[in-house]
């Protein structure tokens, strides 16, 4: 089975664009969570995607979006960008929402390198 | 609030010799307790994980991680390092549910070298 996919793996943007990252989830997956990791730091969640709903946010301006479609797949979108922004975009997914049960895993992807100059 | 404080960035060890990457964690209540190592251009990839069964934790590839709730500690060890080792590790916590969703919090990261 594939595991996590993203696309693309690699992306240079311009500041002021906006960005759109995808990921197709584990197959069977519905739960899907984004997170930024700029360089020599850990990752920090961004968003949570349960059943096409979003389940959290963490402390991103709102120039950050996502939404998950009917197949369970994501999209992150990133408006305005800044040179800060420049980071690598990982997604996460699981079989469902973590209150559902201490074992549910989460399962990363490549992950997305953003460069914004 | 919760957090990991990963209290090493940077750990190198002599390959055949003992691993120790150290973690303490912050929580109010009982968390889960994970270690993720992530190698070059590679996503993250769980190692082992706590969640209030036993304090001893076996993972994946000979690592082992020991949950003291006295300590607030969650250190990841290992008894041999191997060359394939070489990595950047992240102690993680996952905090009780909250609003209906859940994260995770990751450390800051301890990269790990391994020499011949």
């Known amino acids: 089975d594939a595991g996590v996919t993203q696309s693309p793996t690699h992306l240079i943007k311009t500041r002021g664009q906006h960005v759109t990252l995808r990921c197709s989830p584990i197959s069977g997956h519905k739960s899907v969570s984004w997170y930024q990791q700029v360089l020599g730091q850990g990752p920090q969640f961004i968003f949570q995607y349960y059943e096409k709903e979003e389940r959290g946010r963490g402390n991103f301006p709102d120039r950050f979006s996502a939404r998950q479609f009917p197949n369970y797949s994501s999209e992150l979108n990133v408006n305005a960008l800044l040179l800060g922004d420049s980071a690598l975009y990982l997604c996460?997914?699981?079989?469902?929402?973590?209150?559902?049960?201490?074992?549910?895993?989460?399962?990363f992807g490549q992950g997305t390198r953003l460069t914004v100059v | 609030a919760q957090s990991v404080t990963q209290l090493d960035s940077h750990v190198s060890v002599s390959e055949g010799t003992p691993v120790l990457l150290r973690c303490n964690y912050s929580?109010?209540?009982?968390?889960?307790l994970f270690w993720y190592v992530q190698h070059p251009n590679k996503g993250l990839q769980l190692l082992l994980k706590?969640?209030?069964?036993?304090?001893l934790v076996k993972g994946i590839n000979g690592f082992e991680a020991e949950f003291k709730k006295s300590e607030t500690s969650f250190h990841l060890t290992k008894p041999s390092a191997h060359m394939s080792d070489a990595a950047e590790y992240f102690c993680?916590?996952?905090?009780?549910?909250?609003?209906?969703?859940?994260?995770?919090?990751f450390g800051a990261g301890t990269r790990l070298a391994v020499h011949p």
């Open positions: 929580s109010s209540y009982s968390p889960s």
């Open positions: 996460a997914s699981s079989s469902g929402r973590m209150d559902r049960g201490p074992n549910t895993e989460a399962f």
């Open positions: 706590y969640t209030s069964a036993a304090t």
């Open positions: 993680v916590v996952r905090p009780p549910l909250v609003g209906g969703y859940n994260k995770l919090i």
